[in-house]
């Protein structure tokens, strides 16, 4: 049974009065511990197939199935645990808390889930080293450069060790060493058996996925998974454009 699922999935949004199809019929199965990039242009519906899957937004028609219980007629309360239960996302815009300090914002999460002050501080602390920004452990977010607060978004979203893993453009904003960091940490994830699916521009980070899909004006154009074997470091040393 897949995790998560997607059928005939439509979503249309007004804009100024006008319907816009962002999602127009996405049929979608991801199984336990895939590893799913998804790419397309820009405006092609990627954003939004993430935030219906998470039931963050709710679909104009169609279904989201999570660990086979359907979840999008849910109401908010119930989709909100669900989330805090299971999923882990990476915001495209990160959504850090302004009014708490990085290590805050990750800790929040492991409160939330009942970890005590100190092993939820230790936790935090522990993955910000990972991702190489925990001297910045007591700023606010707001004094952090878009690459620092992605990193913190990540840890953020993997604090839990969710099962779920949904990550829009993890490493958009990030130069190749810190790029290399976030796709070592999620493909760790991976390896503990997390699903992960991944948004995202970049063919060297998809090519650390094992199935990619390319969306397109709403629709998947295309779905194919990927030769295993190569690691991420390799992938990230072959140079190229960037
Ligand atoms: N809240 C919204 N209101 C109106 N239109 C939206 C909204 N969110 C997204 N769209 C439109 O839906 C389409 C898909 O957007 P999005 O999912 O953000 O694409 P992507 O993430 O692939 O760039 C675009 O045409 C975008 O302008
Ligand atoms: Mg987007």
């Known amino acids: 049974m897949p995790v998560l699922e997607a059928r005939a999935l439509v979503k249309t949004y007004l804009s100024r ?4 199809r962002a999602l127009d019929g996405v049929d979608l199965a991801v199984e336990r ?3 799913v990039a998804i790419m397309g242009p820009s405006g092609c519906g990627k954003s939004t197939l993430l935030n219906l899957l998470a039931g963050f937004d709710r679909p104009s028609a169609g279904e989201v199935w999570l660990g086979g219980q359907r979840i999008d007629g849910l109401s908010e309360a119930k989709l909100a ?3 805090r239960r299971r999923i882990g996302f990476v915001f495209q815009f990160f959504n850090l808390l302004p009014a708490l300090s990085v290590a805050e914002n990750v800790e929040l ?7 005590r002050r100190r092993a939820a501080r230790r936790g935090a602390i522990g993955l910000l080293n990972e ?3 925990a001297d910045r452990r007591d700023a606010g977010p707001a004094l952090l450069s878009g690459g620092q607060q992605q990193r913190v978004a990540l840890a953020r979203a993997m604090a839990n060790s969710p099962d779920i893993v949904l990550a829009d453009e993890p490493t958009g904003n990030l130069d ?3 790029a290399r960091g976030v796709l070592d940490l ?3 994830a991976r390896r503990r058996g997390q699903t992960l699916l991944m948004v995202t521009h970049d063919a060297r980070a998809a090519a650390a996925a094992d199935r990619v899909i390319r969306l397109r004006d709403g629709r998947i154009v295309a779905d194919g ?9 390799d992938l990230l040393d072959l140079g190229g454009d960037q």
């Open 17 to 20: 009065g006008a319907p816009v």
């Open 33 to 35: 511990g895939e590893f």
């Open 81 to 83: 645990r669900l989330r």
């Open 109 to 115: 999460p492991l409160l939330l889930a009942g970890q």
């Open 131 to 133: 991702l190489g920004v």
């Open 176 to 178: 190749s060493a810190a």
């Open 186 to 188: 999620l493909g760790e």
């Open 225 to 233: 998974r990927l030769e295993p074997a190569r690691t991420v470091p």
